[in-house]
């Protein structure tokens, strides 16, 4: 299998922008999607793909990818975006595989 | 709006077989391009993909799990089932499932259920 790594925790000023990165080899052929997950809550996709953002997101919330690298950027974060952060990607035997997470901290 | 909600016994002795289900709600899962999948997490602890199924039980499982592991669906009802065997306290984790979107090189969880607590103790 294969592994993405991310960064265990990231700080912000509030109305500041921030990126999380997620790194792996998988990101060369195949895309990252990406959850918020906040205390004893399930996690919420906020974007997957080259450019797509659910529903209901805010749109300070976007991402991008580069060679192996993956990333989430926010722009102006806010308190409630205060969370944990996951990417994930897949193989090419359909496995998938999540970051070990990034915990967001806004200061 | 797709609803999905996980149940089964929150414990789980040792050595047992851990059995959940996933009920869903609001959306045809299992169709184009949209599997259930299963997820945990243990307490304090990052996200694992178990494996997923679509409607017609073709499934594709995590290797770390693919030998205790198996899922069926019910498509009259709209649900989905987990059986892990031989469980140990490592298995210990809030089970989540969740529409998994697979196509093109991408895949993404759209809508999760609230999770069930799973413990393994005797």
């Known amino acids: 299998s294969f592994e993405l790594t991310q960064d265990p925790a990231v700080s912000v000023a509030l109305g500041q922008t921030v990126t999380i990165t997620c790194q792996g080899d998988s990101f060369r052929y195949y895309s990252a999607s990406w959850y918020q997950q906040k205390p004893r809550q399930a996690p919420v996709l906020v974007f997957y793909?080259?450019?797509n953002r659910p529903s209901g997101i805010p749109d300070r919330f976007s991402g991008s990818c580069s060679g192996t690298t993956a990333s989430l950027t926010i722009t102006g974060a806010q308190a409630e975006d205060e969370a944990d952060y996951y990417c994930?990607?897949?193989?090419?035997?359909?496995?998938?595989?999540f970051g070990g997470g990034t915990k967001l901290t806004v200061l | 709006q797709v609803q999905l909600q996980e149940s089964g016994p929150g414990l789980v002795k040792p050595s047992q077989t851990l059995s959940l289900t996933c009920a869903v709600s609001?959306?045809?899962?299992?169709?184009?391009?949209?599997?259930l999948s299963w997820i945990r997490q243990p307490a304090g602890k990052g996200l694992e993909w178990i494996g997923r199924?679509?409607?017609?039980?073709?499934?594709i499982f995590n290797p770390s799990l693919q030998s205790r592991l198996t899922m069926s669906v019910d498509t009259s009802t709209n649900q989905f089932s987990l059986r892990l065997t031989s469980v140990t306290a490592a298995d210990t984790a809030v089970y989540y499932c969740a529409t998994h979107y697979s196509h093109g090189g991408l895949d993404y969880f759209d809508y999760w259920g609230q999770g069930a607590l799973v413990t393994v103790s005797s």
């Open positions: 199924i679509y409607s017609n039980s073709y499934a």
């Open positions: 793909g080259r450019n």
């Open positions: 994930n990607s897949r193989d090419n035997n359909g496995y998938v595989v």
């Open positions: 609001g959306g045809s899962i299992g169709s184009g391009y949209n599997y």
